[in-house]
């Protein structure tokens, strides 16, 4: 059979028609052949094998770096090197593994809102049956506190109101009309006639006949949305980008040196040996492991201030960060209705009609039931003393209520609903034109308004009642207080921030007027508009456009790619289903503590405080972890690029080799790896929150950063080769290596000590440069017992010979000189961005 087209165009009794059903529902046979027809109503698709995604991970640049170190550790019968480059490789790829497999637990935890019963007629009887037996023409019937999982075409509702946040995003429940026929183009948010899997029944009852299950359901678009892959993060995007520009450069140099060796007329065997030490030098074995442990540190740090981390990759991606899109309701509001503000007639009487003609117990019940009990001081009081005696519920086609309460003795009727459903009872006269001037007023701040009316009971039929409206009250979601605060030190940053919501434009407006994300002059876009665009059309709105209001799920993923594929590093917050697809999309996808297991599921990070302000103070401290990561990049490269240069310029010179390969291991893996541990430990150099985001693309290798690595690299290449040929001159090879060995491994402790500080000079300010990180000589002293261990222990292990105090000046003079030009280089950029030094 067909499933109708477009059933929310139609009238129900179409629909039931087309069903070939009823308010009997159908035969248990009927049920089980469409069973067999369109199958069961969940979520199912086909599985990766876990091993192919794993094997997958192994298939990137860098890992091929690795595994080249680990063979030339081999080579070398290093065994023990080996296992610990082999390590770091199961490390990375297991990193990669989980984060494949968080797009299927995304989906599992999707799947879970349909894992529940359901009543429905079969056969003429009401049974309950699990959601996942149910099938397109089944007929169901839900009541407050139920969850919908199914679309479903309504037939019959008794006030009937639907929490639709999920899905939509819109913070207010949604009251349905089964008489009602939309157009075919309507989006979710406007098929009052209908129910949405995925959604949850707040009031009232509700009977319709199902019209799409399992993956022919919105809900499922939203999950195959889900299933897509989140982008790599920053760091591994540059990370790739240099490997592959560093293994041409890397080729290029190994052939030279094989090319210069054979025209020297070196033997193969010291030829094997100089290309081994230059691929042990060329590789920075280190840098995974500490660019780990860095984000380790940084994610325990982060979870101290109620941000937990379920990806650890996401630390330095949220230090990235160019743009926030933050969802409105729980984030960037209070995410429960208030009364914001009220114009009454007869002040007295508002209040009574707010009290009496309300639902709400006990803190719980419709939204806006709960703001007017809130409101009203004394409801208690108010309501105990004047009985109800009579009620009409929430009547979707009239969208009123009223109620019936004993005042002092006497009958009163009292009335809540549209102004214009009210007014056609209402004998006000003149002032219902001042009751309108007020509503448009209300309602240009954003606002949703309500009338309220009063006077004598009459009777329980709607064309005898005549009353007076009393006075009008208006809703908001109010803003959070520290929400304002947060979107201006994100903007003092130069993050920009854009709220995204499902709510009508004026509202959304007015909040994010409220917090000054939205200001005279920027742009408001609102779903349908999105719709009608191009991509182009909507990259070029974005850029001055500050709020998204009536979004769905599919047009926030839009948005999302479309901001990306521009540049931008995303961050997205969520907490519902709808949020998902986007979440998973984000660079950085964030849900919140009080979120659904479906977006904690997508999201790479999840805020226990519901919190703007959370948000903002975590990108303060990934800031400071992502400024940690290039000073450990600068640190190990320049070390890397400093041996290459050595290495090839003695061999271009016809010396011999003056470093041996066991020598260059223990300088990248002892010595730097003693060091570079200390690096998660810098605190925050000057306010990082008062400069813009590096650009994405030069996050980690700006021009700033790769011309340091490469003076360090050069100076300190070219120096040694020049003391190493002076040495060869005046002492025996082993005595001369000694020197060199001892060298490179001090200098390395005064490169440590300037890499701590990126954007200001180590001595200008030296009690800041001594307390930014103390224990960088923590590891300076280990490194200086562990080489003076190796010079007058066991000189043997590295084929040296001890020193004489007279050698230490060589190495005093290799360590101070390239610290000495790299400070300089620092205060001359210095002197020119902060012009006050100069003076």
Not at 63 to 80: E, F, G, M, R
Not at 280 to 291: E, F, K, R
Not at 472 to 493: L, N, R, T
Not at 685 to 711: A, L
Request: aromatic share 8%; charged share 20%.
């Amino acid at each position: 059979m067909e499933l109708p087209e477009s059933p929310h165009a139609i009238p129900a009794e179409t629909v039931r028609d087309q069903l070939a059903t009823g308010p009997g529902g159908l035969t248990e046979n009927e049920a089980e052949a469409r069973l067999a027809i369109f199958g069961k109503n969940s979520l199912t698709e086909e599985k990766t094998s876990r091993l192919v995604i794993f094997l997958r991970q192994f298939n990137s640049i860098l890992v091929y770096i690795l595994i080249a170190a680990a063979i030339v550790s081999l080579l070398i019968s290093d065994i023990k090197d080996f296992f610990i480059i082999v390590f770091i490789i199961m490390v990375n790829s297991t990193i990669g593994f989980f984060e494949e497999i968080k797009a299927e637990a995304s989906l599992d935890a999707l799947k879970k809102l349909t894992e529940s019963r359901v009543s429905v007629m079969r056969s003429g009887e009401q049974r309950t049956i699990r959601s996942e037996d149910l099938v397109p023409g089944d007929y169901v019937i839900l009541s407050e506190g139920d969850i919908v999982t199914a679309d479903i075409r309504l037939k019959e509702t008794s006030s009937l109101s639907v929490d639709e946040s999920s899905l939509t995003g819109e913070s207010l429940p949604v009251t349905k009309d089964p008489a009602a026929v939309v157009s075919k183009d309507a989006p979710p948010y406007d098929l009052r006639n209908s129910l949405l899997s995925g959604t949850s029944i707040v009031r009232g009852t509700g009977k319709g006949y199902v019209i799409a299950t399992g993956k022919k359901t919105y809900f499922a678009g939203i999950a195959n949305l889900a299933q897509g892959s989140s982008p790599d993060s920053p760091l591994t995007r540059a990370i790739n980008h240099f490997s592959r520009r560093y293994i041409i450069l890397l080729v290029g140099i190994l052939s030279l040196v094989l090319a210069a060796s054979l025209l020297q007329g070196r033997a193969a065997g010291d030829i094997a040996y100089l290309l081994v030490a230059q691929m042990v030098s060329a590789v920075p074995a280190g840098l995974p492991i500490v660019v780990t442990i860095i984000m380790v540190i940084g994610a325990l740090a982060l979870s101290k201030k109620k941000t937990l981390v379920r990806y650890l990759p996401a630390v330095e991606t949220m230090g990235s960060a160019t743009v926030i899109a933050s969802d409105k309701t729980g984030t960037i509001t209070e995410g429960k209705l208030t009364v914001h503000e009220d114009f009454a007639l007869d002040l007295d009487e508002l209040i009574n009609a707010a009290a009496l003609c309300n639902d709400s117990h006990g803190g719980s019940g419709d939204p806006i039931d709960v703001a007017l009990a809130r409101w009203v001081d004394g409801y208690d009081r108010i309501r105990e003393q004047n009985p109800r005696r009579w009620e009409y519920p929430f009547d979707t086609a009239r969208r009123l209520m009223a109620t019936a309460n004993v005042v002092n003795g006497v009958e009163r009727f009292y009335v809540k609903g549209a102004f214009e459903e009210l007014k056609k009872h209402a004998d006000n006269g003149t002032e219902l034109g001042e009751l309108e001037t007020q509503i448009e007023v209300m309602a240009g701040r954003g606002l949703r308004v309500l009338a309220f009316g009063a006077g004598k009971w009459i009777s329980e039929d709607p064309a005898t009642w005549r009353f007076s409206i009393v006075g009008i009250v208006g809703f908001i979601d109010p803003p959070k207080e520290s929400a304002a605060d947060a979107v201006q030190v994100a903007q003092k940053a130069g993050i920009r921030v854009i709220m995204i919501t499902g709510d009508h434009p004026l509202t959304a407006r007015e909040i994010a007027r409220s917090v000054h994300i939205w200001k005279e002059g920027d742009g408001l876009l609102a779903g349908p508009e999105i719709e009608a665009m191009s991509d182009d059309q909507v990259a070029k709105a974005l850029k001055h456009t500050t709020v998204l209001a009536r979004i769905l799920p599919e047009h926030k993923y839009r948005i999302v790619k479309i901001l990306q594929e521009h540049g931008e590093i995303v961050t997205v917050t969520g907490d519902g289903v709808n949020d998902v697809p986007a979440l998973r999309a984000a660079d950085l996808g964030i849900a919140m503590g009080s979120g659904s297991e479906a977006a904690k599921s997508a999201a790479k990070m999840v805020i226990v405080d519901n919190n703007l302000s959370v948000i903002v103070d975590a990108i303060r401290n990934a800031r400071v972890i992502v400024d940690n990561i290039r000073k450990v990049i600068y640190y190990l490269l320049s070390t890397s690029i400093a041996e290459i240069v050595l290495i090839s310029s003695t061999v271009f010179a016809g010396l011999p080799l003056p470093l041996l390969p066991i020598q260059i291991l223990w300088i990248n893996l002892v010595t730097d790896g003693v060091q570079d541990k200390t690096f998660p430990f810098i605190k925050e150099e000057g306010d990082v929150m008062n400069r813009p985001p590096k650009d994405p693309s030069k996050q980690f290798f700006d021009g700033r950063q790769i011309r340091r690595i490469v003076t360090f690299g050069l100076v300190t290449g070219s120096l040694g080769c020049l003391m190493f040929w002076h040495l060869l001159g005046r002492y025996p090879y082993e005595l001369a290596i000694s020197i060199m060995f001892t060298s490179f491994v001090c200098l390395q402790w005064f490169n440590g000590l300037q890499a701590q500080l990126e954007y200001e000079p180590y001595f200008r300010n030296i009690r800041r440069s001594l307390t930014i990180n103390p224990s960088i000589f923590v590891g300076i002293g280990i490194g200086v017992v562990l080489q003076l261990t190796a010079i007058y222990v066991v000189p043997g292990l590295f084929g040296i010979v001890p020193l004489a105090l007279e050698h230490w000046g060589y190495v005093a003079l290799m360590s101070l000189v390239p610290f000495a030009i790299v400070e300089a280089i620092k205060w001359l950029e210095y002197t020119k961005t902060h012009p006050v030094a100069r003076e």
